[in-house]
């Protein structure tokens, strides 16, 4: 019993070790909601530390007064999937895969998303952009 006891802890050391590599580290910025830029728009983020935590935010100020809102999610581990967001005081709900230079909105099944909202003003003819962006230092 001890014997099965101590394997199964080696194995379990092993799994929580091997992550995969993150690609990069540190904060960088995105907008991937091309119509929706203005004075008051959230300057939304991802963060991967060190430890391969990853976390999503914004910050977002009213121009009227000046008050701040600003959101801070831990989404766990990187990994190369779907990675889900949960925005509690907009309510918003995000799937998103991200590399070293893009992010991507996705569908639960890490299927890049379309939509109009995604179009940049030079493909406003469009209305069926990926939904994409560079990611900023």
């Not at 091997?18 to 909601?33: C, D, E």
């Not at 801070?72 to 991200?98: L, P, R």
Request: charged residues 25%; glycine residues 10%.
């Amino acid at each position: 019993m001890k014997k099965l006891f101590g394997l199964l802890m080696l194995c379990f050391s092993i799994l929580s070790f091997a992550q995969v590599k993150t690609p990069f580290t540190g904060k960088r910025s995105f907008n991937i909601l091309e119509g929706f830029g203005g004075s008051g728009t959230p300057a939304y983020y991802v963060d991967v530390k060190k430890n391969g935590d990853v976390h999503f935010g914004y910050v977002q100020v009213n121009q009227a007064d000046g008050t701040e809102t600003s959101e801070d999610i831990n989404v766990g581990k990187y990994h190369t999937g779907v990675m889900k967001v949960h925005f509690k005081k907009y309510n918003e709900k995000w799937n998103f895969k991200f590399n070293k230079e893009k992010i991507y909105f996705t569908d639960e099944k890490g299927n890049i998303m379309k939509s109009e909202d995604c179009c940049s003003v030079a493909e406003t003819e469009s209305s069926n952009c990926e939904c994409e962006g560079e990611l900023f230092q």
